[in-house]
Structures are given as C-alpha cells and as structure tokens.
C-alpha cells in the first residue's frame, strides 16, 4: 500500500452542530483519520479574515499533512462528504461555511494537466468569483497569493516544493504583504 502525502486547508466562520469553528476543524481532522487518513501534523489554529472581506464573521484557519491510500478524486470525496456531515452548504462561492476542506497538494501532481492547471491560476479575481472549475485542479491554483493559507502550511509542510513554479512555502510567503499576513493571528488551542 501506498499512501500519498497531502495538504490539507482548513477554515470555518459558522457554528456547525459539532460546535465553535475550532472545535469544527479538530472534530474534521477525526474525520480524516476516520476515513484511514493518518494526520502527520496540524498547524496552529489563525484567526483571519473572511475571505472576500466583509463576506462574513471572521475565519478559523488551519492546515494538515495527511498521508493515505487515496487518489486524488478520492481525497476528493472524502474532503466534501465530511463538508457535507459538518452542514456545508454550497451555495455562495467564498461564503460564510461552517467548514471548507481544500485539497492543496497531493504529493507532486500537476493535474489535469499544466496547461488547464495554468488558466485556472492565471484566471483575473473577477472571473475566480462567478467560475468554479469542474476538474480538480492541483495545486490549489491560488495557494500563491493567500495568506490564511500560506502561513498555517508553514506550520506543517514548511519543506514543501510547489511543483509548477519550484517555490518553497516560503517564498511563496515572501511575496505576499506583510500588512496582509499579520492578519493571520494565531489562536490559543
């Protein structure tokens, strides 16, 4: 057996039945090993702002490497079942959610393929806002420019290699404003 590495992002900034966003994100990572992921780490907790801001309350933000014997589309599956178990309902795109489990990385998988994978990271933010690909595209075409996201992967893949573009995590963070990263606040567990 296998298992591929993955990164995980977590967020919540709505109650969900199993309680407070933090509590959300840890009952999630159960979840996942309750699937047969094995959690190798689990970044602190962030505090962020909703992501468009003024969308909502503010985020609970976090990141996990998990291993498994999964395919990407399984991790997939995985990832919105549990979205769904936690009342995910997907009705705006970057809404309010009661939690969000984003497939960063799956070990070094460029898919579908480069070039999709490029018009879906070059796409200008007014376009990202009203199209949601249909393929799962890999990386996550926007972990380069975000933060909340950037900062808690730090805390658990900090040696991690984006396949495209040969950046670490942080030089990835490098090129994001610091006025922008200090609103990623980390929380007391």
């Known amino acids: ?6 990164i995980i992002a977590m967020g919540s900034n709505q109650k969900s039945a199993m309680g407070s966003p933090k509590v959300t994100l840890r009952q999630a990572a159960e979840s996942l090993t309750s699937r047969g992921g094995v959690i190798r780490k689990l970044s602190t907790f962030y505090q962020t702002p909703c ?3 003024g969308a909502g309350p503010d ?8 291993d498994a014997d999964w ?3 399984e991790a997939m599956g995985h990832l919105h079942a549990i979205e769904l178990e936690f009342g995910r309902e997907r009705v705006q795109r970057w809404g309010q959610r009661t939690l969000d489990l984003d497939l960063i990385a799956f070990d070094d998988v460029v898919s579908p ?8 990271r070059d796409l200008a933010p007014d376009v990202q806002k009203m199209r949601a ?6 990386p996550h075409p926007r972990v380069q420019d975000r933060a909340f996201v950037l900062v808690p992967m730090l805390d658990v ?10 950046l670490s995590v942080q030089r990835m963070l490098d090129s994001i404003s610091s006025s922008e ?6 929380l007391k567990r």
């Open 1 to 6: 057996m296998t298992l591929a590495k993955m």
């Open 51 to 53: 992501f468009p801001a």
């Open 59 to 66: 985020y609970v933000n976090a990141a996990l490497l998990l």
């Open 71 to 73: 395919t990407p589309a």
């Open 113 to 120: 393929d480069l070039e999709t994978y490029e018009v879906w």
């Open 133 to 138: 690909p249909t393929d799962l595209i890999l």
């Open 157 to 166: 893949a900090g040696d991690w290699v984006h396949p495209v573009s040969g």
């Open 181 to 186: 990263i200090s609103q990623v606040i980390p």
